[in-house]
């Protein structure tokens, strides 16, 4: 009896996951509190335009790509566990400073509170924008630069804790944070603005920002006690470490021989490319609709932030993403029916979501009949991208050795971030041109045609990635080490 309890397999390997997806769910929510609060009450009190919260959104974006450029190999350099600590310490440390952009930009202009800043005009107005615009950037700058080490530190713990056959399931787990994330904002992030604001504190968003920050903090007290290296583990058992490590001899990984791949010789890698282009081609689309949507409720149907309206709608949408979950099952599936190998599959499934965002391109039309129809095609849209995104991540670890897994992925969130830093500043000034224009596009006018030119080219970047991934690495070919 002892010696069948002995021999049977834990399952440490999913509570390694569940922190995973904690951590990516607080990430989420950091990032998406000035999306939620600025429309409706930032945006008033400092009088920012769209240009100003696109400017902002931008400069995130590329300090985000920036920082992933260095924190794959921060990572790797410092160890999964003390690597993790330093991002999620960093951006939370960073969420917690936009609650002091108020005060600093009330010191700056020599006004006293808030309802002088609303109450601003003129150049006094002007100054006011200014400011707090450079205040935000400077804390926005620190969020960006530690929430750049998020992904590439949760699929480098992916990689040591699950075999390749589990590994996009795994990564669709912990990056479903990131839709748990969007999801659970809504309802919190403007009730508690509007709480904190009845309550007289500030305007109320202040305290949202300082709420969400500190429960990376807290993240981090489980983090030191849970995570061990497996070798080490007490919590995982012989069973599960051979489960974990029965193909580690397998394809890429039989000709590690400890040198490190560079950075250098990474960019001059076929596999490289195939990667980063398929993410910079596509993570834009994801971020647009997580910093936009608010505003794009607010814009084209009415419904501020903080009102039930707008928060069930943001909610359906998210929710409706989930179903991003099956999409990491999938090349498992198609693995167990075919058994070819784990990239081939992988882009199988991958052809598959990139069809999906094609009905984003009936989002805004079928919005004349209800809204409710334009965001669950959003939500569509947004299932499909978290599918392709928790594969593409995989798809480094099927082509990289592991202890290049976090340099590739930092590298693949900086073409993220890039990615986004365009579609953020690009729509921001495009909003206020067509605005002041009246520009007319496929039967829409003014802001709703320039929602619609961006609707267009989020419906059809992934299949665009694709092919262009197709075309650098058509066949599995792992990269040797």
């Known amino acids: 009896m002892n010696n069948s309890q002995s021999t049977k397999m834990t399952n440490f390997r999913w509570v390694i996951c569940a922190m995973l997806f904690f951590a990516t769910t607080v990430n989420y929510l950091d990032r998406q509190a000035l999306s939620l609060t600025w429309k409706d009450f930032i945006a008033p009190e400092f009088h920012w335009s769209n240009t100003d919260y696109g400017n902002i959104a931008a400069a995130f974006a590329i300090m985000y790509a920036i920082a992933n450029f260095f924190s794959g190999r921060i990572i790797d350099w410092l ?169 580690s001899k397998d394809d890429a990984e039989t000709v590690e021989t400890g040198r490190k791949i560079g950075i250098g010789e990474c960019l001059r890698l076929r596999q490289t490319w195939a990667i980063l282009l398929g993410k910079f081609l596509t993570d834009g689309v994801w971020w647009f609709f997580l910093f936009w949507t608010p505003a794009y409720i607010s814009d084209v149907y009415g419904y501020a932030s903080d009102t039930f309206m707008a928060q069930m709608l943001i909610f359906v949408l998210y929710a409706v993403t989930m179903l991003s979950l099956y999409g990491g099952k999938l090349p498992t599936i198609i693995i167990n029916r075919t058994g070819r190998d784990a990239y081939t599959c992988r882009m199988q499934a991958m052809l598959v979501f990139a069809l999906f965002p094609l009905l984003g391109l009936l989002a805004q039309p079928f919005g004349a009949y209800s809204c409710w129809l334009t965001i669950i095609l959003i939500g569509i849209v947004g299932a499909a991208h978290q599918s392709w995104s928790a594969n593409l991540f995989s798809v480094g670890s099927d082509l990289f050795p592991k202890r290049a897994v976090a340099t590739i992925t930092g590298l693949n969130g900086m073409a993220g971030g890039l990615s986004s830093f365009l579609i953020n500043i690009l729509s921001g000034r495009l909003l ?40 650098l690495v058509p066949k599995y070919k792992p990269v040797a080490a």
């Open 79 to 247: 160890g999964t566990k003390r690597g993790y600590l330093w991002a999620i310490g960093v951006w939370s440390a960073g969420a917690c400073l936009h609650a002091l952009c108020g005060w600093a930009t009330e010191q700056v202009v020599g006004l006293h509170d808030a309802a002088q800043l609303v109450g601003a005009v003129g150049d006094v107005a002007a100054t006011v924008s200014m400011v707090s615009v450079y205040f935000f950037l400077a804390a926005r700058v620190v969020l960006a630069a530690g929430e750049s080490g998020n992904f590439p530190a949760a699929v480098k713990v992916t990689a040591e804790y699950f075999p390749k056959k589990d590994r996009a399931y795994a990564t669709a787990i912990f990056n479903a944070g990131a839709t748990i994330g969007a999801l659970i904002a809504p309802l919190c992030i403007p009730t508690l603005a509007s709480y904190f604001k009845q309550m007289g504190v500030g305007n109320g968003w202040e305290m949202a920002f300082v709420a969400i920050g500190l429960l990376g903090f807290v993240w981090m007290g489980v983090w030191i006690f849970v995570y061990k290296p497996l070798e080490t583990n007490k919590f995982v058992n012989q069973a599960e470490r051979e489960y974990i490590l029965h193909d």
């Open 432 to 471: 206020d041109h067509v605005e002041a224009a009246q520009t007319q596009f496929f039967g829409f006018q003014g802001k709703e045609a320039g929602y619609f030119m961006i609707f267009c080219y989020c419906s059809v970047a992934y299949l665009l990635g694709w092919i262009v991934m197709k075309l």
